[in-house]
């Protein structure tokens, strides 16, 4: 057999970093469902399965220096490139491991119980012998209470496009070309199906996604989608039952806004879900009345769940920051289950403190505007802040630990845009997690790192201009290229004075400067 196993191989998965992996993401997560979490205020330790490049499993470790982590992928070139960001910050806390999951799962590989487990696109990326190995793999490694984060192509939603995969796949395993061309062609077989009036195209309104992605999304990204001989979306049940048996229980969706179904589901539809006394079968309903794709689930092994006072003693110890520009807030959530026009007066007087520095939840409950909204309303609020990708809750502990492998990591990080546009992300010490940071931003903070005091914008833009010419970058305004030198320049010198004045403060805010 093929060391690949029938998982794509030829085509490296593209660098990502992927918050909702984070420790504080995810044990803040159970708190908001009501489970006791991982405590991040002392040692722990983290794997992540199918680390692909490692940019998320680097990040993590640099920003949680109490955690011992670990990373595995079974591809040569994804552990090299991983290892050469860790060697770069000088990360003594993250080990990258080469391995299958079969290895694993047989304990064929020396490792420490977890208390967490993490994988992103690899469950049902994976044939139906590989998701048992992560589930024996989690069966023997994982604590008691320790937390699983896995997210998959999710049935029904992905009913429409099954065809589509199929036709992707047997296109790619008849071809004798290498795999970026196998992918290419695959791309023009569809397009010539639709071009040809193939009615499969035409009586499928949901289908209109997927060839927007086949056509946009990246390669690395569309050969795991498409290739993988083990591909398959799975309904909610099936991975519920598969996981009981490692003593897993579902706790909620790693995409902080389905905690509040009250937001996105009818009356009529939540009265249905209350009649379902089964949880396996009423998340699985749940996915029909939505319609579900993708799941973003989050398991503990031996969920304890906290009564009120418990969960207020956890909120207490969480705080909550900007990561957007003050200024650029919208109180119109854009969120994974719609657009939710949020309450002026309960909102705004959160991002107005929060404009200022940081603050724990309690503190937010003590502004004389919210006196009548309750800790769990705040922390309900703290959650669609974060989940709209404009602030993030992390937990008041991380104010104490370390900073020297955030910074190591953000020099790491601003060094390697100079040369290509891939590691698009900085290290936050307090959030313990990372920020999504665009190329221009990461330049800018290598100048902010050599200059701190003093920053020469003629100079940085003169910087900035050369980088981006020599990648061949080209940048755009409202919509439209900019062609001219002097267009290129005036927009340099505007983004270079907007980081130091406006961006550069939330980034000290969120220790990352």
């Known amino acids: 057999m093929d060391w690949n196993q029938g998982y794509v191989a030829g085509i490296d998965y593209p660098t990502g970093f992927f918050r909702e992996q984070s420790p504080a993401h995810l044990s803040f997560a159970c708190v908001l469902n009501g489970v006791e979490p991982v405590p991040l205020d002392r040692p722990f330790t983290y794997m992540e399965l199918g680390a692909g490049q490692g940019l998320t499993a680097n990040v993590l470790a640099a920003a949680n220096p109490q955690g011992r982590f670990y990373a595995v992928d079974f591809s040569p070139s994804h552990v090299v490139a991983a290892r050469q960001l860790t060697e770069a910050a000088q ?5 990258l491991l080469e391995t299958s999951f079969a290895e694993l799962a047989a304990g064929k590989v020396a490792l420490p119980p977890m208390d967490f487990i993490t994988m992103y696109g690899v469950y049902s990326w994976v044939d139906a012998r590989n998701r048992q190995h992560i589930v024996d793999f989690i069966g023997r490694y994982l604590k008691p209470g320790g937390i699983v984060y896995l997210n998959y192509n999710a049935m029904p939603g992905w009913s429409p496009s099954l065809p589509l995969q199929r036709l992707i796949l047997e296109r790619t395993q008849t071809d004798r070309y ?21 009615t499969y195209f035409d009586g499928n309104p949901n289908l209109q996604f997927r060839l927007d992605s086949l056509r946009d999304d990246k390669a690395g990204y569309l050969a795991h989608e498409y290739m993988s001989d083990g591909w398959s979306p799975l309904y909610h049940a099936d991975v519920a039952r598969a996981l009981a048996g490692a003593k897993m229980d579902y706790v909620g969706s790693g995409e902080l806004s389905h905690a509040f179904p009250e937001l996105y589901l009818k009356p009529e539809q939540l009265e249905l879900l209350a009649t379902i006394d089964d949880p396996v079968f009423r998340e699985t309903l749940k996915d029909y009345i939505c319609n579900t794709n993708f799941r973003e689930d989050i398991y503990v092994r031996g969920a304890r769940r906290m009564g009120t006072a418990r ?5 207490r110890q969480t705080g909550l920051a900007l990561t957007s520009l003050p200024d650029a807030v919208s109180l119109d959530l854009r969120l994974p289950i719609g657009t939710l026009e949020a309450d002026e007066r309960c909102y705004r007087p959160i991002v107005d403190a929060l404009a200022r520095r940081p603050h724990s939840l309690a503190e937010l409950a003590e502004i004389p505007a919210l006196f009548s909204v309750s ?21 008041l502990c991380s104010a104490a630990m370390p900073d020297a492998p955030a910074r190591r990591m953000n020099a790491a990080l601003a060094d390697a845009a100079r040369h ?15 920020l999504q940071s ?35 970058q080209r940048l755009s305004k409202d919509g439209r290229t900019l062609e001219s030198e002097r267009e290129v320049m005036e927009e340099l010198r505007f983004l270079s004075d907007a980081i130091v004045r406006r961006r550069a403060p939330v980034w000290r805010a969120l220790n990352i400067l």
């Open 438 to 472: 665009g190329l221009v931003q990461r330049l800018m903070f290598g100048c902010l790192r050599a200059e701190p005091e003093t920053v020469d914008i003629e100079a940085c833009a003169h910087h900035l201009r050369g980088i981006l010419q020599a990648q061949g």
């Open 420 to 434: 290509k546009d891939h590691y698009q992300v900085l290290a936050s010490p307090l959030l313990g997690n990372g």
């Open 311 to 315: 969960r207020e003693q956890w909120l």
């Open 178 to 198: 290498a795999s970026h061309n196998q992918l290419e062609r695959g791309r023009q077989l569809v397009d010539g199906l639709v071009e040809a009036g193939a």
């Open 375 to 395: 800790l769990g309303d705040i922390a309900r609020m703290a959650a669609l802040l974060t989940a709209s990708g404009q602030a993030s809750t992390y937990f």
């Open 91 to 95: 990360l003594d806390n993250l080990t």
